[in-house]
């Protein structure tokens, strides 16, 4: 399994992985359509890094939002009304730092038009829901944010590993280890 907590920064929150079994659990309790994105995603996909929040790309439907609002609340968010409206309508982007960890609440990530083609190319690890690496390398490019930027190099590396990984899966001949 993923080792998801590396170097803490006292003071500083980082995603762990107790983190996403809390939010898939109360997720899965309510039904609630959502993936892993960001860098948290790719974490749990085995990128070795950290980050200081967790990230969802979550479905915008009106009957998906109201359970995801409250579901969040049930998990120990204290949502200000202005924050449930907002998760409720799918606002775009959203930032809990009101809660038992840090949470991005992601509704149209750039570079990805509709939510059902991601969940339709989405992997499962660990038993959670995670965006496939390509959409998430893919959103950070078209963001072209100056983090994003810094960080591509390591994910872009990441991602022709994870592939090279799973060809192996595949074809195991590729390799001159015996499957596992």
Same mark, same amino acid.
């Given at each position: ?12 929150? *980082? ?11 109360? #997720? +899965?309790?309510?039904?609630? $359509?959502?993936?892993?994105?960001? $860098? ?8 070795? =890094?950290? *980050? ?5 790309? @979550? ?5 998906? #939002? ?6 969040? !609340? ?16 799918? $606002?775009?982007?959203?930032?809990? +730092?009101?809660?038992?960890? =840090? ?13 059902? =083609?991601?969940?339709?190319?989405? @992997? ?5 829901? !995670? ?5 998430? !390398? ?9 983090? =994003? ?18 060809? @192996? ?12």
């Amino acid at each position: 399994m993923a080792r998801l907590q590396s170097r803490l920064v006292p003071g500083v929150a *980082t995603f762990e992985f107790r983190n996403a079994q809390e939010i898939g659990r109360v #997720c +899965r309790q309510h039904g609630v $359509k959502y993936l892993f994105f960001g $860098k948290s995603g790719a974490m749990l996909l085995g990128y070795s =890094d950290t *980050t200081q929040n967790v990230h969802l790309y @979550v479905e915008k439907q009106a009957a998906n #939002c109201a359970k995801l609002a409250d579901a969040l !609340v049930e998990l120990g968010f204290r949502l200000t009304e202005q924050e449930q409206q907002e998760i409720r309508r799918g $606002k775009d982007f959203i930032q809990l +730092r009101n809660g038992p960890f =840090d949470l991005d609440l992601i509704f149209a990530p750039d570079g990805i038009e509709r939510f059902e =083609d991601a969940w339709n190319r989405r @992997v499962e690890r660990h038993g959670f829901p !995670v965006a496939n690496i390509d959409d998430i !390398v893919g959103s950070k490019q078209v963001a072209n944010r100056q983090k =994003d930027r810094e960080s591509l190099p390591r994910l872009l590396s990441f991602r022709e590993w994870l592939k090279t990984q799973q060809r @192996v899966l595949e074809d195991p001949s590729r390799s001159g280890d015996p499957p596992h």
